[in-house]
């Protein structure tokens, strides 16, 4: 399954797959049409300069008639050609001159709003479920003419069409075989959705992404430029960027857009949201239930006293509460978008205020129940902060069985987990900042 490759016909710029080259000959003399399809408009070009053409018995009066079309410029330097197709040209090479006709595709689709990753300054705008018109997005958002754009197919029955992208001056060509080896090894019959190609080409056993799913043009525009591999299927409005690190999903597309000075202390939050929403609930069961001794006394005797009501063990407290609130955030995803935020938002301070009152839980835990979900919308990406969800749950259990030490011990395993892991040959808990570079 691997893509099909293009020979260059522009100087300075890649091969791709959406370079078209058409030979037009006539009367033994030829002339040479290049655009790149999923910029330009094929009906317009066919309309236009294939109809001027048709019309034609020479090439000389065939270049005259290009003239007269709307947007025709005449390229004096040849070195210009491949910033006229990056930018929606059509050119009409003669053997002693080269014309270039305006033919920007218009988009087909208005695309909607970004809705996985959220910002407040930038962009707005998110990818389409049409692949030609991503591919263009991103032609237009990272206009360099080292990009190379290649085109397979992924899915024994379904064979969607999935576009491979990235910028050839800066990829790492391991990256590039490892990707290869590793689409020729997919064996599912159907793939419907970016989550599910990142699954298939990553271990299914992962237990923290190491492949970015983002619906985002500019943070996509922005990890070419790092010398990343984008992967766009037909049919979703998602992008796939790898290789990705932990640092990667971490970082928010506003911290591009604001100062350092803001944006370094929002990152740091991140990291304590990070925090918090995995170890705050096995920290409360080890110290309430094994370790109270590391408590200040006056704020063990008003955490006692906030139990007082409370007929069982810390570790069912915080399974109840932590179970209510998955349960409260799958509610929200489900539920129609005009009533999830509502319902939701109701149907969780009743169930808190009522819990508290029937002396289920203490109020101490619906202070850490709430402050663990809120620090798990901190987290810029979805599949990041399911992992997160799912970590906590293992630490109770630690701290449950072994209290203090057992929480210690099992943050270290998954630290120890996370350092082994490998994006596509890169190290997950390396700072992904610069071009991507083979580690060593």
């Known amino acids: 399954m691997k893509p099909f490759h293009l020979q260059a016909a522009v100087p300075g710029l890649e091969p791709s797959s959406d370079l078209v080259s058409r030979t037009l000959n006539v009367n033994q003399e030829s002339a040479q049409l290049i655009y790149l399809s999923t910029l330009c408009d094929k009906q317009y070009i066919q309309s236009s300069i294939m109809q001027a053409f048709d019309a034609c018995g020479n090439l000389a009066e065939f270049n005259a008639k290009l003239t007269m079309i709307a947007g025709f410029e005449r390229i004096k330097n040849g070195n210009l050609q491949a910033e006229k197709l990056l930018h929606g040209f059509a050119l009409v090479v003669f053997p002693d001159a080269i014309c270039a006709i305006e033919a920007k595709k218009a988009?087909?689709?208005?695309?909607?709003?970004?809705?996985?990753?959220?910002?407040?300054?930038?962009?707005?705008?998110?990818?389409?479920?049409?692949?030609?018109?991503?591919?263009?997005?991103?032609?237009?958002?990272?206009?360099?003419?080292?990009?190379?754009?290649?085109?397979?197919?992924?899915?024994?029955?379904?064979?969607?069409?999935?576009?491979?992208?990235?910028?050839?001056?800066?990829?790492?060509?391991?990256?590039?075989?490892?990707?290869?080896?590793?689409?020729?090894?997919?064996e599912a019959a159907v793939v419907q959705a970016s989550n599910q190609v990142q699954m298939l080409l990553t271990s299914r056993f992962e237990f923290f992404p190491t492949a970015l799913v983002t619906d985002r043009p500019d943070r996509t525009a922005l990890s070419l430029s790092k010398g990343k591999v984008i992967l766009l299927?037909?049919?979703?409005?998602?992008?796939?960027?790898?290789?990705?690190?932990?640092?990667?999903?971490?970082?928010?597309?506003?911290?591009?857009?604001?100062?350092?000075?803001?944006?370094?202390?929002?990152?740091?939050?991140?990291?304590?949201?990070?925090?918090?929403?995995?170890?705050?609930?096995?920290?409360?069961?080890?110290?309430?239930?094994?370790?109270?001794?590391?408590?200040?006394?006056?704020?063990?005797?008003?955490?006692?006293?906030?139990?007082?009501?409370?007929?069982?063990?810390?570790?069912?407290?915080?399974f109840f509460m932590l179970f209510m609130t998955e349960a409260l955030t799958e509610a929200s995803i489900?539920?129609?978008?005009?009533?999830?935020?509502?319902?939701?938002?109701?149907?969780?301070?009743?169930?808190g205020q009522a819990a508290q009152e029937a002396g289920l839980v203490s109020s101490i835990m619906i202070i850490i129940a709430s402050s663990v979900a809120v620090s798990n919308f901190v987290i810029p990406i979805n599949t990041m902060s399911y992992s997160m969800r799912l970590i906590k749950f293992p630490l109770v259990i630690c701290a449950m069985y072994f209290g203090l030490v057992g929480v210690v011990t099992g943050i270290f395993c998954f630290i120890v987990y996370a350092a082994s892991l490998r994006s596509f040959g890169r190290p997950y808990l390396k700072l992904f900042i610069g071009e991507a570079k083979k580690s060593r």
């Open 334 to 351: 489900r539920l129609p978008k005009h009533i999830g935020s509502t319902a939701t938002t109701v149907g969780g301070l009743i169930l």
């Open 107 to 186: 988009s087909l689709a208005k695309p909607s709003e970004t809705s996985s990753e959220s910002i407040i300054q930038g962009p707005q705008k998110a990818f389409s479920e049409d692949l030609e018109q991503n591919v263009q997005i991103i032609r237009t958002r990272y206009p360099s003419k080292n990009l190379n754009v290649e085109y397979t197919e992924i899915g024994t029955e379904s064979r969607t069409q999935l576009a491979i992208l990235y910028d050839k001056a800066k990829v790492d060509p391991d990256i590039l075989l490892d990707l290869d080896k590793r689409l020729a090894g997919v």
């Open 233 to 318: 299927l037909n049919g979703t409005p998602f992008s796939i960027n790898l290789p990705a690190v932990f640092y990667d999903f971490m970082v928010s597309m506003d911290d591009a857009y604001q100062s350092p000075w803001l944006t370094r202390p929002l990152l740091i939050l991140r990291y304590m949201a990070v925090f918090i929403t995995t170890a705050l609930p096995a920290l409360y069961v080890a110290a309430v239930s094994y370790n109270p001794e590391f408590f200040q006394t006056q704020l063990a005797i008003e955490i006692a006293g906030s139990r007082a009501a409370v007929p069982y063990a810390s570790f069912y407290e915080v």
